[in-house]
């Protein structure tokens, strides 16, 4: 525990035989609860898991069992969604919990019986954290590229009460851009600038990294089972976070690589799709926070500047066409005015939005 408050750390891991032994040895004594997700691996993961489940690393003097709401005239509600908690694991990919004594075991061992990503193994784990209503639930890769000994600057803003979500931050590490694989902190560095006006989250610089630590009222706050389950991930959990009006923080942190392990995740496929995730994100996130939620000026300008942009494009095809075949009779005057009224006015209004988006959620980055 930390300061009174329970610490769990779920960890995700996919074909992890060789690193997840010392993820497990290397953890800290004040997590209460490791929750390690086997994410149906095709090796010796699960085996491997199980070994320790025989050890002192299983022992743990902090005991955690469901809340279970007692009924009363007052509180239907939380009835209710005690209710609506309990039936929502079928919307989970189909998973088992190994332990015949999980209420009392420090190693959780949950397997699912397909593969559901890193995002649906991680969902799940906070699935089970916000079952057992930990305090604070940290993230940490199965493949031992993450170091246990900063685990505990991650969880204090949250055991502390200060923020809802604390995420590592690499990128502003002396060595990142020398030690970080060229490929990764360029794709990273582009991920994180399109993520800033995706999620809202303006100040955040590396949005990639899985190192994070969450509140339980911020887990009650989003439906988990919706957590997108690819690489994609870290994005998706940013938007939902904003839309839930959570406050965030990031903490410096070392980039380890190159450990014994090579990254399962594929650059040049995983950012197109991501961008594609965070162009539906943005949408979703102007329309459900700024019109449903609160209405807010920036969802016109948004919309608008959107809208303006789209119609000047027939008439910069028509320039372009104009100089590349040069019809007879024709001048592109006209069409040249419309274009320059229409790209300005398109340009000013998204500037003025994104310049509203960034006062409006300056208030959730402590």
Request: net charge positive.
């Amino acid at each position: 525990m930390l300061e009174g408050k329970t610490v769990a750390v779920v960890v995700p891991a996919y074909n992890e035989e060789t690193q997840i032994g010392m993820v497990i040895e290397t953890m800290p004594d004040f997590v209460d609860r490791i929750i390690i997700v086997n994410d149906n691996s095709k090796d010796q993961t699960e085996n491997k898991v199980l070994t320790y489940l025989k050890t002192h690393h299983n022992e743990t003097s902090t005991r955690v069992e469901k809340k279970k709401v007692v009924p009363g005239f007052y509180n239907q509600a939380e009835v209710m969604l005690e209710e609506i908690n309990e039936r929502e694991i079928k919307y989970f990919t189909p998973s088992t919990i190994i332990n015949t004594e999980p209420d009392n075991d420090r190693i959780i061992l949950i397997t699912n019986q397909t593969n559901a990503g890193v995002g649906g193994s991680i969902a799940r784990g906070y699935k089970w954290c916000k079952d057992f209503n930990i305090d604070c639930t940290a993230v940490m890769a199965g493949d031992g590229q993450m170091d246990p000994s900063e685990l505990r600057k991650i969880c204090m803003p949250v055991i502390k009460e200060e923020v809802d979500y604390v995420k590592g931050n690499r990128l502003i590490h002396g060595s990142a851009n020398l030690y970080i694989p060229k490929t990764r902190f360029f794709g990273n560095s582009i991920l994180s600038l399109v993520t800033k006006v995706a999620s809202g989250y303006w100040r955040i610089s590396d949005t990639q990294t899985g190192y994070t630590a969450i509140s339980l009222v911020a887990l009650n706050a989003i439906k988990l089972y919706k957590i997108y389950k690819r690489y994609g991930m870290p994005n998706d959990m940013l938007v939902k976070l904003n839309m839930a009006y959570c406050t965030i923080r990031e903490v410096p942190i070392k980039p380890v690589y190159r450990i014994g392990e090579q990254s399962k995740m594929k650059v040049g496929k995983v950012i197109p799709k991501i961008a594609f995730l965070l162009l539906r994100l943005f949408f979703k996130r102007i329309w459900v926070k700024y019109l449903i939620k609160d209405f807010h000026p920036l969802f016109i300008l948004y919309n608008m500047g959107m809208v303006l942009f789209l119609a000047c494009i027939p008439f910069a095809w028509r320039i372009i066409s104009y100089f590349a075949y040069e019809p007879p009779g024709e001048r592109p005057i006209l069409n040249s005015l419309m274009f320059v009224f229409l790209f300005v006015s398109s340009f000013q209004s998204l500037l003025f939005a994104m310049w509203m988006d960034i006062q409006d959620n300056e208030r959730l980055y402590k």
